[in-house]
């Protein structure tokens, strides 16, 4: 059973970099671990997935430890409009291998 | 602006009325799937359907049901309202049946509000 487990809240001022972490103890071999990020009011939106090691766009990096029991979500340089709340999300097999979305993180930045 | 369109923005209705949300999935994707999200609660699945079939089952209530037309839009229909059913209702979609690597693309919402 993969679940996953966030911080419920973050502050953070603006031009600094957030590091938002998840542990999934129970991660499938073959599962990719993915982020979305959601505005008051608006449906969610997919910002980056990885498996292992770094992933990197133009919005996020993903640092994914070897064991991929953990993944850290990386905002470069964040400002005001970053303020959302950050998912983390595995499968979730007893749902079918959906992806369940949980509490999520929320982030607040300040000026 | 992520492809799936959702209609209606806004429905207000009252305790023991039926409604009908209408979601158009991006093109080409075969999966729809519907969240409920309550104020100030995280997003609730409640189904999903694959290629006009019943793919996932979430904690949909029985007075709620969905279906995927051969055009692969869907529709939720929420029976018998209770002020409880408030809530922002979205559609997601996705290229295939899901799976950790199948990104669900969402849609705006519907905003329902039960009086």
């Known amino acids: 059973l993969a679940k996953t487990t966030q911080p419920i809240s973050m502050d953070s001022y603006e031009g600094q970099e957030v590091n938002i972490t998840c542990s999934h103890n129970?991660?499938?071999?073959?599962?990719?671990i993915t982020w979305y990020q959601q505005f008051p009011s608006q449906g969610p939106r997919f910002i980056i997935q990885?498996?292992?090691t770094k992933v990197t766009n133009e919005v996020a990096s993903l640092f994914i430890p070897a064991d991929r029991k953990s993944s850290t979500l990386s905002l470069p340089r964040v400002s005001l409009s970053d303020t959302a709340v950050y998912y983390c999300l595995v499968p979730i097999y007893n749902q079918g291998g959906k992806l369940i979305f949980g509490q999520g993180t929320e982030l607040s930045v300040k000026p | 602006d992520s492809g799936v369109t959702q209609t209606p923005k806004h429905l207000i209705t009252a305790t023991g009325q039926r409604v009908t949300l209408r979601c158009s999935p991006r093109?080409?994707?075969?999966?729809v799937y519907w969240y409920q999200q309550s104020l100030d609660q995280g997003l609730q699945f409640l189904i999903q359907y694959y290629n006009g079939e019943e793919r996932a089952k979430g904690n949909i209530l029985e007075r709620f049901s969905a279906q995927q037309f051969p055009d692969l839009h869907s529709e939720l229909n929420l029976s018998s309202l209770e002020l409880g059913d408030s809530a922002l209702y979205f559609c997601a979609s996705s290229e295939s049946s899901g799976g950790s690597t199948d990104t669900q693309y969402f849609g705006p919402g519907t905003r329902l509000t039960v009086l």
């Open positions: 129970n991660i499938a071999t073959n599962d990719y």
């Open positions: 093109s080409g994707d075969l999966s």
């Open positions: 990885g498996y292992k």
